[in-house]
């Protein structure tokens, strides 16, 4: 069961930033949807791994940005956004619109196989 | 399957999904939010690293040889290319890779397109803005131009090369890619072409020569009595000291514009009066510039200086740079979106330039016979209108607007009953518009000569071709000529044409003629000759016995100081120079000071204000950010001005004309009773001008007191210049530098304005050079090289401009280096 649900993360990770090169960001729906569907989990399990995997991914390439950057660009548009300037704040909501749409595409996944 | 939980789940995630990747409505200036915070896509992709290498190898299809581009630690590139069309290839190539985004932006705005992108804007100002550059031909204009440059063989080489730099660029970039404001303001960029470099130009004629004020004029000739408006509008300041200096003989007209006979009655004494409201470029484009010859000089050889004065806009208008063929050397500014060197020096010579502020604007009352305005009354008949067109501006988030745009034989209609510009004011009456830099012209070629000139015949002949924006040339070379020329195609004006919207019933109000060039102001110094420098700072290029009327808007302090300083100079270095450049001495305030305390009743101050006016009165007239005299001087003259001139001025409901500044100020000088001082609403009362000049003080006060609660009665507080991003957004902006300077200084920094590049080059043996300018060599907000030099430019320091050689290329100052082959790509 862990396993499973190590696995199904880890491949929803590795296919949404495979799909990310080609396609829009909406394509992480469709790939944690397409990856649950194949290993299938109860429907908590499969949201928060699709949930994980993408805040991971999301939140790990924005991290990796954001420090190779100095904070320069994160800070700015923290500004911009209502985010009173933190970038730290913005690597975290950027992790987190990843991990709801993860996670809704696994979760869909799941109630469609039980 | 459990039907009702997929369901909803599928739905939200579908939602969500989509509500990321929508551009919401009403919120026309945000990204999808999706796209836009996803790393793979998105603004993450522009966060450059600190440390990014910029080495490389790239390739440009039919590079005619090997090129290379070093990069100092500044990004600044020095270009090494086998022929000045590679050279145009590579530096359309580094335009368009550090500063897509503006470059396109600006030929958006140049073509009336703003609201296709940013949507109509606050009360239509997007879509009243597109209109007007239509309308004013702009796009007319560029097709005229790029006619030009297409059949010159030489330009069309290089503009066709430069253009295909510009898409080998485009042509690679994927959506993650792509410069941060395409993101932000969700558009793609479209492939580069001759036109779009043709429309950049006309921008910059549209920012440098597209100031009139023939509307508020012509409204205050018709409300106020001849009397009046002489004293208002005087034909020539007092205190003007002109580019050539007074006494200069010139050569008599080749033929006198004749004024029509008609001019009293039907122009100077006209009652008609204009609702209309122009587009208008910011006022105070100007500039300085001067040379000083070798023997004002400690070295023995001219120095040359330019500011131009332009927006202080990030990303900057200017791209610093060095290009280096196998037949000459060159270094400077360019703008991103054209070729080419535009202020700069190579190693015979350097040049400078400002703006002429000629008055190439006019307007002329046009009949129509009927709404349809097919016909128009010209020359004792119904004319057809030559042209007839409609434009179709696409408005983000609205239906498209179609324009139907005519053309007289004077030029567009500019307003017409469907458009009334800025103003809000309906209007049934229409005025067609004659605009210099609207006839077929090549400026680029000028810069293109300019970049391998040797000596002071080359230089004139590579200007002499120069219609519009007329600037003021400064040049100084290493035989030690220096000199000036105001170069430009000027109409040939009758005394007062122009000055109002003209008659458009005939031919005989049309500009007639052009000025020869060789009877444009000029002065040519060679080696110890005369007063050793040459200088200008958009004032007056002569005085009265000119043989041609001059007009336009000519500022007269900074050329006043400028010369004022230059002749008092000698054994100058450039470090005095760049101590000149960034001086904040304001001769405004300094020529102010007797009018307001010759002219003051200190009886019953209190202690605030016996406190203000003391730190007034210790004040020597230097804007330095952090003395408070300017702040008062400002506020104070400020009131003086609308208390003297508004109860007039309130009169009428229309727009008219203020006076300039010299103009009240000279007044008041000469003639302390001048009767605008008295206020027409206090009918028993005449008042004085040490009444108005008290209470002008006193009202200062409420402003005082609100700058020193909010703590900005320091002047660079006050003044509060900021090096803005096109897109007016602060968080991509450098706000609040803390800068002295303003408008009347030579180091005119304003609010949003100001010296936009700040260049010094000694013309000795080895050349020195120095330069300066608010912004960064990377447009991209998220570059470390963003604003490198702000900090700098703020400071009136100034780093040293790297003239490489081709021995050069192991030097320590190369960072990285950029290798260009005609082969593909990597």
Redesign the interface.
Known sequence: MLIKVLVNTLLIALLS?AG??FF???II?PVA?AVSLLIPLR?LPAFLSGFTALFL??GG??LA??V???G???T??A??LPLNGSHYALVL??AL??A??GG??A??AS???? | ??IV??LI??L???G??IC??LRWGGLQKKPR???F???????????????ADFSGTVGLPGLEGKGTVYFDEYLIPHVFAASETDACYIQGYLHARFRLWQMEFQTFAAAGRLSEVLGPGENNAYVKYDRSMRRLGMVMAAKAALGTIERDTIMRKDCDAYTAGVNAWIGQLS?GSLP?EYK?LDYRPEPWNNLKTALFIKYMAFELAGADNDFGMTNARSFFSKADFAKLFPAVPDSLDPIIPKGSPFMQPARIPKMPVTADSLYFNSTATVTDEELRPEKSNGSNNWAVAGKKTLSGRPILCNDPHLSTNMPSIWYQMQIHTPTYSVSGVSFPGAPFVVIGFNDSCAWGITNSERDVRDYYSIKFKDETRQEYWFNGRWQPVTAQRVDTINILGSAPLYDTIVSTVFGPVMFDPTFTGFSDIASNRSYAVRWKPADPSDELLTFHYLQSARNYHDYNDAIKTFQAPGQNFAFADKEGTIAIRQQGQFPAKWKGQGLFVMPGEDSSYMWQDTIPGDRNPYMRLDSGDGRGFVSSANQEPADTTYPYWLSGNFPVYRGLIINRKLNAMNSITPADMMKMQTDNFDVFAQMAQPVLLGHFNEKGLNAEEKAYLNIYKLWKFHNDPDEEGPTIFYLWWNHLEHDILDDEFAGSPLRLQRPNESTLLEALIRDTSWSFIDNVNTKDVKETLQQVVTEAFRQTMPDLAQAGQEGRLPWGKFKDTWARHLLR????SRTHLPIGGGTNCINAAKQFHGPSWRMIVQLTDKTEAYGIYPGGQSGN????Y?DTFVDRWVAGTYLPVWIMGPDDKADKRVKWVLNFSTASTE
């Open positions: 930033f990310g090169l829009p960001n909406w729906a949807f429907p991914l999301w390439l924005a940005a954001d190779a950057n100095g320069i660009l994160g700015k548009i500004w911009l909501v950027t619109l990843g709801l749409m809704g595409g979760l869909t109630f469609l196989r039980k | 399957m459990r939980p997929f789940s599928l939200l995630t579908t969500l999904v990321l990747n939010i999706g796209a915070l996803s790393p793979q896509e998105g603004f993450w992709q522009n966060a450059e690293p600190v440390d959506q941060l932000l957004l602060p968080a991509l907000p998220g570059s470390p963003y």
